[in-house]
């Protein structure tokens, strides 16, 4: 991997930083790249100068010709080949990453993704979403770039994106995490220049165990929460998190063959898992249990909106959890009134982020959403050229 400790090297791919905020030279300066579906007048920044440089700094160009992606009004977009990757605007062509909600937005006239996410991303976008299914490694060509999408490991059918054109490759992360997950296919390390990534949970504080031990975890309070005659109601995202710990606890001995109870909305998500042949534990909705039986004893998974809502009338007396890597700080707990918290993540931790970067020997990184500045000071000081790219990406929310 190249690495740089000196501004002489970051000049060849930035210009050079006004010296204070001048916005009329910022003005000048930083632009936000035109697209297709955005033909209107060249917008230009008239932000701060920190802001500026972190919105824009996908859209510098190098000294020989512009880079392969540069961040749009409507997301990040690839000139060479026309298309934009998990556009948060209706554009003609998007490359998806995977389909939670802030990285598959419905409107696009046409969506490349890896077979397994078409169901989710039909569940997502509607039955008339014009989905094309690519395989993971296949390359197929989107004007001059050659693209092709690899295991990201964050939940079914997620991927990098691979862009090359004219020998140079860039990586577009997506979510991604390093952990082994019973429930899509391993992150894959792609050798690129330039590596685009997430960083979710960019701080030394946030790292995880395995998550066979947060299942069994999990069994352990259900157990406990039975002996008390309570119904345990354990948080989780719909999408990746509730599947997995489906797998991880009904792989335990304690929980094989045990039926677990979800809130409605979690239902269509499981099942589309299943029939990828993703191996999970019976299951059946709250909303099938006779009205008034008592469901003390019983575990059951429901999205973070259901939590204090009226649907929680439905339990007698409970016990409430939250999964999630946010867990990792006690604080987040308590604030959220969570009796307990079990850290678990689809996201990686802090030396997941920092093997990544290493491993994938990108010789400049951009961070984005999540705590990019502690990363990329970390990345700097170690020698990394490494900046901060915002977008309207988020992160485990």
Known sequence: MQVTDSGDARSRFYPPAPKKCDVKRIRSVFTL??????????????CPLLHAVQETLGGLATASRPPLIQLSPSGL????????????????????????????????ALYFAHTDSLPLLRWRLGEDANLQPVAYGERFRLGDATVSLHPAGHVLGSAQVRIEQGGEVWVISGDYKRDPDPTCTGFEVVPCDTFITEATFALPVYRWRPASEVAADVLAWWGDCAQRGETAVLGCYALGKA???????????????????????????????????IALPPT???SEQAKGKDLAGELVLAPPSALGTPWMRRFRQVSTGFASGWMRL????????????????????WPGLIDTVLATGARRVLATHGSTDVFVRYLNERGVEAAALATELGGEN
């Open 33 to 46: 790249a035109p697209s297709p579906s955005n033909s209107g007048p060249r917008r230009t920044l008239a």
């Open 77 to 108: 977009y690839c000139a060479a080949g026309d298309f934009h990757i998990d556009p948060w605007r209706p554009v003609p062509r998007a490359v998806i990453t995977h389909a939670h909600s802030d990285h598959a937005r419905a409107g696009s």
């Open 243 to 277: 599947q997995r710990l489906l797998a991880e606890i009904g792989a335990l001995d304690g929980a094989r063959g045990r039926r677990i109870l979800l809130h409605g909305a979690m239902a269509p998500a499981v099942e589309i898992y299943r029939e990828a042949g």
């Open 284 to 286: 059946e909705t709250v």
């Open 330 to 349: 006690r604080g987040n707990r308590r604030r959220r009134g969570f009796d307990r918290g079990f850290v678990l993540s689809d996201h990686a931790d």
